[in-house]
């Protein structure tokens, strides 16, 4: 058998404030004070479910994603990683990121995340515009975002990522380089930067606000990455930056193919138990009432094998997003299959100038970076 890739988790905790217009995510509204803690009994009651799936494998990274975890008081918090690491072994030095918004965060509560295992927080910020703020329907202000920041680093968190939206309803390119030098002027280690997009299914969806047109949002991409890489943020994947040695490992794991188990509401895993013909997606009930009633029966939810002929596509459908691309042998190691599988779909991209050789892989040009769809989809089987 191949040797397995490295295992991360991830922990899916559905419920904000608000659920905001633009968002196709599995969250929904809490109609009381604090989360139920008979969550954090359903997410561990889940986890013994699938640990045999695992076995004695290592943690290495642990994102607690939403939603809003940061609904979740410390305590509860601690509750569910203790019990986690009672149950499976972490690496040493684990990564584990908590999603946080700055409208919902108690003062003071970052030093209990710390205490209570949080090594890495991801914020919310999306705009440093209270009226692009108020357009996306946030419910935090600007001034929430810099009193988060002050308190993660009063908590000894210095390894955080802010997450930044341009193409906003009435944006314009001098307003999206003015959210990115404020957000860089908080120093964090790690920037998200993406285009807001109509989701099918959210309110924005079936009532479009008026959105900058292609050129506008090209432009801000283009100016954006420029100012990022001037204030030390390199470009890693398609929208995310990061300081020298701050890049997120989890999200790494996503994009090279690793493997990961998913626990939550809706939370999707993919798992590999003999390669090629044993790599499993995984879903979990959608609805946080359906899932905590199975789980607690110890049922895990859907898995199905991914098909031998939807690997390479599965693979590069990650794997392209990163900006460096991908080495030969990584495609090889992580889905059991010989390079040769792709060398007539690597060739057409190459032609077609989306795809450039590098010593040991290939990686996107500038032009399939930007019309990394396209690019993707030549790999279809």
Not at 267 to 275: E, F, T
Request: aromatic fraction near 8%.
């Amino acid at each position: 058998m191949s040797q397995l890739p490295p295992l991360s988790l991830y922990l899916h905790l559905p419920w904000c404030v608000r659920k905001c217009p633009y968002c196709d995510f599995n969250s929904h509204a809490l109609r009381a004070a604090r989360p139920d803690p008979a969550y954090v009994d359903a997410l561990l009651a889940d986890f013994e479910t699938e640990q045999p799936s695992i076995g004695d494998r290592r943690i290495e990274t642990v994102f607690l994603g939403g939603g809003t975890p940061s609904l979740f008081a410390a305590e509860e918090i601690a509750r569910l990683l203790d019990g986690l690491r009672a149950r499976a072994r972490f690496a040493g030095d684990a990564e584990i990121t908590l999603e946080a918004n700055p409208g919902t965060v108690e003062r003071g509560a970052f030093a209990g995340y710390r205490a209570a295992g949080i090594t890495r927080v991801s914020l919310g910020a999306q705009s440093f515009d209270a009226t692009l703020l108020r357009a996306l329907g946030r419910i935090h202000s600007p001034r929430d975002t810099l009193v988060a920041v002050e308190e993660l680093r009063a908590a000894g968190i210095e390894d955080f990522n802010l997450d930044l939206m341009y193409a906003l309803p009435g944006q314009t390119p001098r307003g999206a380089l003015a959210d990115v030098a404020a957000a860089c002027a908080l120093g964090p280690t790690h920037l998200s930067h993406y285009q807001l997009t109509l989701e099918p299914g959210t309110p924005f969806h079936a009532r479009p606000p008026v959105l900058p047109d292609e050129d506008a949002a090209w432009t801000m991409q283009v100016e954006c990455e420029r100012a990022l890489a001037d204030a030390g943020y390199r470009q890693y994947e398609v929208s995310a930056y990061a300081r020298e040695g701050a890049r997120c490992r989890h999200n790494l794991n996503y994009w090279e193919f690793g493997d990961y188990l998913g626990i939550g509401a809706g939370a999707h895993g993919k798992l590999s138990v003999a390669l090629p013909e044993g790599i499993w997606r995984s879903v979990k009930p959608r609805m946080p009432g359906a899932y905590v009633a199975a789980a607690t029966a110890g049922r895990c939810g859907e898995r199905t094998a991914i098909a031998r002929e939807q690997l390479p596509f599965e693979f590069l459908l990650n794997a392209l997003r990163l900006v460096e691309g991908f080495a030969c042998a990584l495609f090889e190691t992580r889905t059991g299959l010989g390079i040769e599988r792709i060398a007539a779909a690597l060739d057409r991209a190459q032609g077609r100038g989306l795809l450039e050789a590098r010593p040991d892989g290939w990686r996107p040009t500038a032009l399939g970076r930007r019309f990394l769809n396209d690019l993707q989809a030549g790999f279809l089987p």
